[in-house]
């Protein structure tokens, strides 16, 4: 069996799970992959121009994504105006995709089985699907897509989103509040969380005697949009006043005019160079705002920390909200007690058998495994 695959990220970015899907299907499968990277589907506003005036922290080197590209994977990168979101947009989209249904068409007729898996809602997808009607198909929501839209281009993915649920054969939800809403089609679906690129860590003993030799570093390692806490941060920094708090990432939203002094900023940075980074954590930081657009996230951060053995201090948000009681997990809000839930943050520590068992059953190859993911044969 062979894929073709709409992703909802460039195959040319840091691995995430779209990338992690289609690896673990060919090395499930063996077929070849048709990766067919995104293009906008929504329509531009002023956000975008002041988004990258004033974005900050990005690293002064370039930082590869997944430049390999593995024999088996071929990528199409499709050039539009974003203009999907208008009336009568698919028409001038089915000229300009010409080439690419050719090559889909091509890539399909070479093999006797061929799955379809859509990432992202959007007109190609719809289009793909409605072309090879007969094909097993999967929808891998990842994502509240609409919640990151507005106006004509919110109403346009929500649209979209429930033409791809009602038409595929399978779907697919990274957290619980996904899943909910596509209860209609139960009967196709399963909820499959995100996971963790164990095989990339150090090993558990390496990673004990590095976070063992560490000062007090309460951190947060990731992209830091509108969705950021800046009230959660602010009121921890001056809670823990004598630990210094690391932000380290890209910053795509504006930063408060005053911050306490022991927060730091620190760049992007490669993978290798991230994973040393959180090693430096006492304690693991997820600070988001708890509203539409995070209420369906299952932050990938969670199961980084746990993977390297770092307790958690995060907000009431998505998946996370699911978690108080968890070992390690400490969830908090800017008007509870903080310093009482840091204290107990700072002196948890992992057994080694609780990592080692962690780790077995949240890779992303244990995940998709039992997840139940692709279409019954």
């Known amino acids: 069996m062979q894929l ?16 992690q899907f289609v690896e673990w299907f060919h090395n499930k499968h063996g077929g070849e992959v048709l990766w067919i990277d995104p293009y906008p589907t929504r329509l531009p506003n002023l956000g975008d121009f002041r988004r990258i005036k004033s974005s900050k922290f990005l690293s002064k ?21 974003p203009i999907e979101p208008l009336p009568g947009s698919c028409y001038v989209y089915r000229w300009l995709w010409n ?3 050719q090559a889909i068409d091509r ?29 097993k198909s999967i929808y891998d929501a990842m994502d509240d897509f609409p919640a990151f839209y507005h106006g004509i281009s919110r109403f346009a993915m ?54 063992a030799t560490e000062k007090q570093v309460l951190g947060y390692l990731g992209t830091i949009g509108d969705w950021f806490d800046w009230a959660f941060v602010a009121k921890l920094a001056e809670t823990v006043s004598t630990s210094t708090i690391h932000l380290i ?33 006492t304690v693991g930081l997820i600070p988001f705002k708890r509203n539409d657009l995070t209420a369906a996230i299952d932050p990938i951060k969670y199961y980084e920390y746990r993977s390297l053995g770092i307790p958690i201090l995060s907000t009431h948000f998505g998946e996370m909200s699911l978690r108080q009681g968890q070992p390690g997990i400490f969830i908090a809000n800017a008007s509870c007690d ?9 002196d948890y520590k992992y057994p080694k058998s609780e990592i080692n068992w962690f780790r077995k059953i949240n890779s992303w190859e244990a995940r998709f495994n039992s997840g139940n993911i692709l279409p019954q044969t």
């Open 4 to 19: 073709v695959y709409l992703s909802p990220l460039p195959w040319d970015s840091f691995s995430q799970r779209p990338h």
């Open 61 to 81: 080197n370039a930082i590869m994504g997944n430049g390999n590209k593995p024999p088996w994977l071929t990528v199409i990168q499709p050039f539009v105006p």
């Open 99 to 101: 080439d690419i249904l």
């Open 107 to 135: 890539f399909i007729e070479s093999q006797n089985e061929t799955l379809l898996g859509i990432g992202k809602p959007s007109e190609l997808a719809l289009q793909v699907l409605f072309r090879y009607p007969s094909l």
């Open 158 to 211: 929500m649209n979209r989103e429930q033409r791809i649920a009602k038409q595929v054969t399978r779907i697919s939800a990274s957290s619980t509040k996904l899943a909910e809403r596509f209860i209609e089609y139960q009967s196709k679906l399963t909820l499959v969380h995100n996971a963790c690129a164990v095989d990339a860590l150090p090993s558990i003993n390496d990673t004990l005697k590095t976070r």
């Open 249 to 281: 990432g890209p910053i795509f939203t504006k930063i408060p005019a005053s911050l306490p002094q022991n927060i730091k900023f620190l760049p992007a940075c490669e993978h290798s160079a991230a994973i040393q980074a959180m090693l430096s954590f």
């Open 338 to 346: 903080l310093g009482d839930h840091i204290n107990k943050a700072m």
